[in-house]
């Protein structure tokens, strides 16, 4: 993609690009690539949004401090809520969103971290822990339409974890329109 290109997207409101480093969508590419391609949209001021395997944010944690825009962690980092909330992998995440002011984490996927199924409560302390360790750093989504999930959720019942996980109604508000509206720039 040329920099005119680039600009162009930019020009149309365009403020972020995804990585998604699954197995089933080819793995971990080529990090030289990755690379430059995030130099190329920090200059644009975009973020990027990285989605990873289960228990792996503590070997991506020095990729992702050493860039150079902010980044958010895409279904709370895949936490596995089977391995509770001393899991060295939610540990990682915990304390890359604290200690990175670049490091945001999107508050979702719920069903996909639940190992109880319907309603996904079990999920809920560490949407609560994520929220609690950086409420400026956070945003919330539906993951409509829900690919790939094991048990597929009522995207009413996702939206009636939201005070069980952010019960403050400023804090909620900040998951919900402040932080999104930074991030996204949207009003500018």
């Given at each position: 993609m040329s920099d005119k290109e680039l600009e162009a997207l930019d020009k149309a409101g365009i403020c972020g690009c995804r990585f998604?480093?699954?197995?089933?969508?080819?793995?971990?590419?080529?990090m030289n690539k990755f690379n430059r391609i995030v130099h190329r949209v920090a200059e644009l001021g975009w973020h990027v949004d990285v989605y990873f395997?289960?228990?792996?944010?503590?070997?991506?944690?020095?990729?992702?401090?050493?860039?150079?825009?902010?980044y958010v962690i895409d279904h709370m980092g895949t936490v596995q809520a089977a391995k509770g909330l001393d899991d060295p992998a939610f540990r990682a995440l915990?304390?890359?969103h604290q200690k990175d002011e670049k490091c945001w984490v999107k508050i979702t996927g719920l069903e996909r971290a639940s190992s109880t199924g319907k309603p996904f409560h079990d999920a809920v302390p560490f949407a609560k822990m994520l929220i609690d360790n950086a409420p400026d750093r956070v945003l919330w989504?539906?993951?409509?339409?829900?690919?790939?999930?094991?048990?597929?959720?009522?995207?009413?019942?996702?939206?009636?974890?939201i005070p069980l996980f952010a019960p403050d109604p400023?804090?909620?508000h900040k998951l919900l329109v402040d932080n999104p509206a930074r991030l996204f720039k949207f009003g500018s």
């Open positions: 998604a480093f699954l197995k089933r969508l080819g793995g971990v590419g080529d395997e289960p228990g792996t944010i503590g070997e991506f944690a020095p990729v992702l401090s050493a860039l150079p825009t902010r915990l304390d890359l989504g539906t993951d409509w339409p829900h690919p790939n999930v094991k048990i597929m959720p009522n995207d009413g019942e996702v939206v009636d974890l400023a804090v909620r």
